[in-house]
């Protein structure tokens, strides 16, 4: 298993029976990959449906059905599409279970950065800032750094996509809970110490007292 | 009845030089795109475009982008037409981005008569940056003023000889919305059909809304 | 022709082809059969829908299809279903022509007292505050006094349903436009003299210059 | 997957003393009435309704207020039902009374994680009284504030096992935007057919905000 594979695994593990999750692009997107057989999961796509399934065979598309990234995709039985209100009506009234998303930063206030770079093309902020405001549950999938230099920050210094709204992150290396006390590292991957962790952290985090060995 | 079915070319007469339009569709998906065709050959400039993205460099609201109709976007995401960014570098094209269920709920404000709206996304964040922040019952919003335009292209999978609109899957999106807000509402639809043949219950844009309809 | 008839013989020639027209309860929903022959207007039903048409035959009644008054009716070829939301959507985004309603008072300013008589059971606003702030054009039909009683009057003293929102009253005895200035007699009944309307009119106004007789 | 179909009594025993619940419906087309007959026979009391009207005495929330189980109702019209005048007159019962238009978008806001909207409606009547005025471009709107609710009870035409509906015609009215609003929606369908039976494009509630649903 490579490491975007072990995250995605251990992200997966967060879903519940009847959750309605929001995945974003790249990593999160694979965590649709390991939903046990017969866990009830519904995918929301921001574009405007719930119900979202695998992509279609090739010479299946259809030009009317794609995601958020524009992408062919396909529904599962007793989807439903509705337009972008309604959609982000879902997202900010509360309806959405956990929203998947990667990040450039988090702190130890749960801020998120994941956005912008001053100075660097800005793609836009598209859905994100209303899914990290709105979903009950925010987890941040995501390699614990980016070449080496810390993701997981003090302060986050790059532009904000929303204050204090992140509940979770999963990396490579474990699983941290952001709290009102700041940031808990829970479970731990076999292959790193909590050294390795602290090495690759700058945020303080607290290791629980019953750090567990992280599920993958 | 007045007739409101009419050419393309009788429909994009319309259009002017600075106009303010709303374009539907999410990444092309529903976006009215014989109407982005005869906009690059009508050659109408100094735009301000209203809608969810900057499409591709091919296709969707990127065809106007890249033929530099465009003065100003303002949109969600624009991350999936490098041209989008080169032009913002380059000081040719305003971009004013926001995210998008703001877009969404500024734009049907806009078409429903309120004055804005109250939304918790963006708060701590950049996009909060000018604007007015209201308290209520303990939780800070920002208030988001509406979006009108002078024309809205929107893109429909059926629309009938009065107007009435049916979007077929994710094409929806911004479509409805956008069919609300704009003092001249023009619809290209891929198959018209007579009054009566689209199910009451199932009209998705009454056709009070729209001005012209045409068969793309 | 009684004086009800009168009324709403004259309203209905302010409709236009075309027009989207929200009729209120009683005396308004007379205008509808008035209509002239292959003059489209739709009618809009505050519960939910465009397209209203005739009260079905005894027998033909469908519970799922009433008006805002939870009487049976019918709908026409071409109508839309929605939400409420969006029922006053296109009510207060001024997307509906023209509301016609009844009136216990009116006064100079264009203000409309039509909900409450304090002290009196109150039967609640229902839609007419939305419409009456929402509608392009905003006609007053009713009879001139009540019992006797000037209803059009300096200063409304009943609560307001809203204010400065009325453009046109239409009553057995004339016609009269609200404008900046105040009212004008527009057209009189020619069973009335410009005396006898005076001395039925609380509010002052002014006898236009080119003063018509009434179109019945 | 959760079973979402249950009985109506296995529904109606979440509902207790001194709960908000919203009913939807219009003069009772569209109101779930079995479950109303359900609460007079349950006795539940001290219920704050939420709904567009009081009913007629012997239909949708009449029958509630009628049995004197209503504590307060906020709707926007209660002149079909004289009981609820009088148990206003004798301080049994406690009215709020709102504009239909603006009802609609409390509960929509309520429902779409919205802090409330700006309405023109109502500006210089009674209704503004004790509520903030906000200015957006010169005009003058009402801040108006989210409703939301412990129970929502919904009446569909058709759902599906997962809590997909569709509303037949004039039905619709409030249901969509109480089936967003409440923590715990329950919906009464005429008729409850297998996933997937309802077309994805016809779903006018998605499931995700159905907790139950009873076959009526």
Known sequence: ?216 | MRNKVVTIEEAMHHIKDGMTIMIGGFMAAGTPEKFMDALVKKGVKDLTIIGNDGGWPNKGIGKLVCNKQVKKLIASHVGLNPEVGSQMNSGELETELVPQGTLAERIRAGGNGLGGILTPTGVGTIVEEGKEKITVDGKVYILEKPLKADIALVGASIGDKKGNLYYNKATKNFNPLMATAAELVIAGAEKIVEVGEIDSNDVMTPGLFVDYIVEV
């Open chain 1, 1 to 216: 298993m490579n490491v975007k594979e072990i995250i995605a695994k251990r992200v997966a593990k967060e879903l519940k029976d009847g959750d309605v999750v929001n995945l974003g692009i790249g990593l999160p997107t694979m965590v649709a990959n390991y939903i046990p057989e017969g866990m009830d999961v519904t995918f929301q796509s921001e574009n405007g449906f719930v119900g979202l399934g695998q992509a279609p065979e090739e010479g299946q598309e259809d030009k009317d059905l794609v995601n958020a990234g524009g992408q062919p995709v396909t529904v599962v039985p007793g989807a439903a599409f509705f337009d972008s209100s309604v959609s982000f009506g879902i997202i900010r009234g509360g309806h959405v279970d956990a929203t998947v998303l990667g990040a450039l930063q988090v702190d130890e206030k749960g801020n998120l950065a994941n956005w912008m770079v001053p100075g660097k093309m800005v793609p836009g902020m598209g859905g994100a800032m209303d899914l990290v405001v709105g979903a009950k549950k925010v987890i941040i999938s995501m390699t614990h750094t980016q070449k080496g230099k810390p993701k997981i920050l003090k302060v986050c210094n790059l532009p904000l996509t929303a204050a204090g709204q992140v509940n979770m992150i999963i990396t490579e290396m474990g699983v941290m809970q952001v709290t009102d006390k700041g940031i808990v590292l829970t479970e731990l991957n076999p292959e790193y110490t909590v050294e390795d962790v602290k090495n690759a952290t700058e945020a303080v985090f607290v290791v629980a007292e019953d750090l567990k060995e992280m599920e993958i």
